[in-house]
């Protein structure tokens, strides 16, 4: 029976075999609900870009790293990245051998360095002191770069990772240091790769530093060029968030045949027999999950009017740090009032801040206490990025399989929880 706004979740049949409000019953909220069949579907559309020998997904983790989940990634035949001692963790807890796992490293202690060679994970490092750093640590070892191809591209500032602005990346005019420090160390260059930025809906600036990363794959001299194993271009394939206003997904169809071409007609010319890699995260996590949370006071303050909900930014930050835009579906027990018009609302969590607000003056079908509400494509970087800020548990993790059936995959954090680091 459709609820007060649900009919994109009813099409897809999201939930399975029960109802948002039957989850949110069992399991409380705030709630993170995953699709299984979704997570395959989105996994299957990128393996499908390329049929190149050498073509794989790299998925990031960073995006979602639920052990279940990442099971999921991994039948699904994608291989998986880390950039951390905890992701590397999760991957291994998901069944990920060494030999398919990236570590595409950032700024790291030589510890951390020294577990991943430890591991015999391929290590990538993204700037001449931490190659310096990884060659003191595993001399004659294979390693992989990352570039910074000068094209960024993403949905706000803070996630643009190439051109000028960034931290990231070895720049292509420092490919004689980077030969300089391979051979102090007796390093072979096993890897480059990049990561231009995070959400793109177009995919020329995408495909253009590609270009940039095959070209500087070029002028490698031959002998180095023979002992490349892994190309790797990153990842920033974007989803659609405005899903009720039928915004526009990424031409895939056009992004794969294009990738395709480029891979194909490089190896062809240089004789490259190695892996291609793209590295998303977003578009393989994002769209199969959704974030539940109740309804517990609305008010109006002057003309505005405020749906106070157990939503904080301390369970989903990204509308709070990059702005960014999530649909928002209700669920009520009675259904929708049909005299009602829909109101300007804004709906807000928590947390003891101005700026906890995860949808701003929306038009919506007017909401009430009680109401369950259900945030779209809160799969990526929405449980990965959640805090205790205001000391509050981390929210429960349920999984609906491809028989319909609801599966916890994280529990829900309790006070105990809190306090198990305290002396
Ligand atoms: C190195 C690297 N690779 C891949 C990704 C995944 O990006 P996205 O989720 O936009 O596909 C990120 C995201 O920040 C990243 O930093």
New binding site residues.
Partial sequence: MPSVRSSYTDSLRFYGRHTPLELAETWGTPLYVYNEDILRERCRDLMQLSSHTGYGV?Y?V??NANPALLKIVREEGLVV?A?SPGELHLDAMAGFPPEKILY?S?NNSAEELRNAIDRALLV?VDSLSQLAAFGRLNAGGRVMV?FNPGIGA?HHAK?I?AGKETK?GVTPDRLDEVFALLDAYRLTLAGI???I????MTPGGYLDAAAVLLDLAGRLPDDALKKLEII?F?????IPYHKYDGEARLDLADLGARLHALIAGWSAKTGYAGRFLI????????ECGILLGRVHAVKNNGDKRYVGTDLGFNTLVRPAMYDSFHDVEIYRAGGVNAEQKPMRQTVVGNICESGDILAKDRLLPVMREGDVLGVLDAG??GFVMASNYNQRCLPAEVLIRADGAAQLIRRRETLDDLTRCFP
């Avoid at 590295?279 to 994002?286: N, S």
């Fill in positions: 790299n990031s960073k995006a990245d950039m595409i950032n990538s990352r993403g996630v990772t990231f790769n990049q990561h930025g995070s959400l793109f790797d990153g990842g920033g394939f974007g590295e998303p995260g977003r578009y393989v996590a994002a990526a970087y």
